[in-house]
């Protein structure tokens, strides 16, 4: 089945500067890849995703990229801003059965220091 | 605002109770929703699928007749842990595709469930 790997587990910026967040994925047949915002004790908030015909996708400050080659897919995030600290998560998935069963990485705690 | 409701937020109990936890979508229908289970500054761990109007798919692991799932309509999926344990304690929480099943996922606001 499939298997996400995410790194750093812990990251730490200053306001302004950038964070970029990585994952890999095991499954080559994975075709959708989502990102969720998690902030303390609230439920996981999709903020980008992206599928497997496209390299490259961004929304304002949020970017995510895509190497299917490589099966990895990283999150950037410019100009941190204190409301950015939360715990990210990647997923992978792929449709099949009728369905996207998301299999989550370990998480991302973000932390942006004023 | 949440696509994807559920409740109870929070729930206290003793061991041995039985606690049911309602997911319902919000103005779509969800043939298909999805019950994980996180522990404290852990990941999401997919507990099971919920299917409309057939018998739930359970990932590796996951006790089926521990954790029963009824999705009996379009908008509604229920969790029912059954003689809890502390060990169950947990956060619980649900997630239907909105606008159709290839569409990204919504997640429910979560329960908070502690056995004593």
């Known amino acids: 089945g499939e298997n996400v790997e995410q790194h750093p587990s812990t990251l730490s910026v200053q306001e302004g500067d950038s964070a970029v967040i990585k994952c890999t994925y095991s499954d080559s047949a994975s075709n959708y890849f989502p990102w969720y915002k998690q902030e303390l004790g609230k439920r996981p908030q999709l903020i980008i995703d992206i599928r497997s015909n496209v390299g490259e996708k961004k929304d304002q400050r949020i970017a995510v990229t895509l190497n299917k080659t490589a099966k990895h897919f990283s999150l950037h995030i410019t100009e941190t801003q204190p409301e950015d600290s939360a715990v990210y998560f990647c997923a992978a998935s792929r449709f099949s059965g009728g369905y996207n069963k998301l299999i989550f990485g370990a998480g991302t705690r973000l932390a942006v220091h004023p | 605002g949440a696509v994807v409701s559920q409740h109870p937020s929070r729930v206290i109990c003793k061991s041995g109770t039985s606690v049911k936890i309602e997911c319902r979508s919000l103005d779509f229908q969800a043939t298909t929703m999805f019950w994980y289970r996180q522990f404290p500054k852990q990941s999401l761990m997919l507990m099971a699928t919920?299917?409309?109007?057939?018998?739930?798919?359970?990932e590796q692991g996951v006790e089926k007749d521990k954790f029963l799932i009824n999705h009996a309509s379009l908008t509604l999926s229920t969790l029912t842990v059954t003689s809890a344990h502390p060990e169950d304690s947990s956060f619980y929480i649900c997630?239907?595709?909105?606008?159709?099943?290839?569409?990204?996922?919504?997640f429910g606001d979560g329960t908070r469930l502690s056995i004593l």
């Open positions: 919920s299917n409309e109007g057939s018998k739930a798919t359970y």
């Open positions: 997630s239907a595709p909105t606008g159709g099943s290839n569409q990204p996922q919504h």
